[in-house]
């Protein structure tokens, strides 16, 4: 699928307030209209299951605070008021089931006005629980809207453009318009690109002082797993993640001291979960990094400003994996929306550029960490160190690499030069049993982590204790077919806050031959 994303797409349009929670709210819209409902239903339930499991079992701060569901019929209807995604695992997947049990038959849509008018209703009702939020002293300040139909994206978004002229907006960051199509319906080369698909393709349109993001992708879990789960990144956008420092070189005037260094302001992304950030993985006693130690980074959430000052170049050949550790994050020029326009475009000029050069010279970088402050446990600075891996996409890899005092001794025997024509033919006739591909595809692999997930957050919603028959109070039968909640739902008590593929530069085996010790 194809993706063109511009330099202007990473500004922010929403005032520039502090909040508590920078990451956004959720209003999902699934139009249930379309002829090919029965085949999404299942699939998009899975999706959405499987990612907030996900969401539910990360520990620290809730990386999808709220969310509500609307699905459009011949009308909005909200199956979700918005709801605390942690703590209440029950009730989304009450949710998903009553989603998986509409209509599968789908009819054409007639209009399409029932999209627009569950836009208008989720904001309106995120606003009402916005002011209540405010009053127990919670804050979420932005909410962002996905939108999934089978309607054409362009069209979509004329009648947004229409019906939203006069709706207050302030509190709205971005609106997704997902176009799901069936695999016949792709463009010969949308499918050649997105088998793995781990971004949809996406063209940002401005109307309404905003961006409304219109993408296609393919009605199958995978691709819509993967939509999901951008919700799971870091969305602050109040400053950069990172300072890459390097000399200053012809960057600088001639004049310049020789200590003046060149800065590329950098996010950091991450490019999987911390297994160790999954409640009931363990035994329990697992939790997130100490951001205060001085040999690990973290992507999430982003609270400390990191320094890289690079301070040599290493031939890609001459970096062995064994001495690399620790979670890989991406490096990607920032979107900080308080930088100036010239600075962002300067800035994003000098990390394509440093990119490129990486690549051409088959280099990568040593950096240094600069220590943020000492703590009572940390009184003497310790310096910790990371290898910069460029790739052929516009991102850098930064690894931590292992230090003097972290090193443990090894020893790399050299191969036997004969060996027994019997024992190698063995090896030979297993090896050539293999089935061999050419790269490696996470997606293929499954561990049922998502049903053991599921299995610890399962909580029956009325679960109560049992009593003698005649004990037990009188049981009135409950109403049948009430109306489900629209705009006019209170809103609940808040509790308190708690790509392509990266492929790098050769990193080779074969330089764990050498002596790590230094020569006399």
Known sequence: MNSRKLLSETRRTFPATKVHC???????????????????????????????????????????????LYVVQNQQECLLPFTQVKENFARIQACISELRSLPREGCFPQGGNGVVQAVQDGLQQFKQYSRHAAAGGSANSSVEITILTSQSGKEMVKQLEKKLKDVDLVCLRRIQAIEVLKRDFLEPEDVEQCMPAEEPSSNDIAILGMDI??????????????????????????????????????????????????????????????????????????RAADFNSPCQMAAWPATVLYKLQVVKALKSEGVCESVLYGLPFIIKPTSCWQLDWDELETNQHGFHALCHSLLKRKWMLLAKREPQNTSPNWSIMV???????????????????????????????????????????????????????????????????????KSMLYKPLHRQQAQPRDQRPERHQPKQHQSRAKATVAPLLMAPSPVQVFRPAGVRRDSCERSLLPKE
């Not at 499987?50 to 990386?63: E, F, I, M, V």
């Not at 390097?246 to 999987?272: I, N, V, Y």
């Not at 033919?425 to 293929?444: C, D």
């Open 22 to 68: 920078q990451q956004p709210s959720r209003i999902l819209i699934v139009d249930v209209t379309s002829p090919s409902w029965a085949n999404t239903c299942s699939v998009l339930s899975e999706a959405l299951e499987n990612t907030l499991c996900l969401a539910c079992s990360l520990t620290g701060p809730c990386r999808v605070p709220l969310l509500s």
């Open 383 to 453: 310096h910790s160190y990371y290898i910069i891996v460029p790739s052929d996409s516009a991102t850098l890899l930064v690894k931590a690499v292992a230090i003097r005092e972290l090193l443990l001794p090894s020893t790399f025997p050299a191969l036997l030069a004969e060996h027994p024509e019997r024992v190698h033919g063995l090896i030979e006739s297993a090896l050539n049993s293999l089935e061999v591909e050419v790269a490696y595809n996470p997606l293929h692999l499954k561990s049922n982590l998502y049903k053991y997930l």
């Open 213 to 286: 993001d219109v993408q296609t992708i393919e009605d199958n879990v995978i691709s819509l797993e993967m939509l999901f789960k951008t919700w799971l990144h870091d969305y602050g956008t109040e400053r950069e993640h990172l300072q890459l420092l390097l000399p200053s070189g012809g960057f600088s005037h001639a004049t310049a001291p020789k200590t003046t260094l060149m800065c590329l302001k950098c996010d950091l992304q991450e490019r999987l979960l911390d297994p160790a950030l999954l409640s009931g993985t363990a035994d329990g006693t697992m």
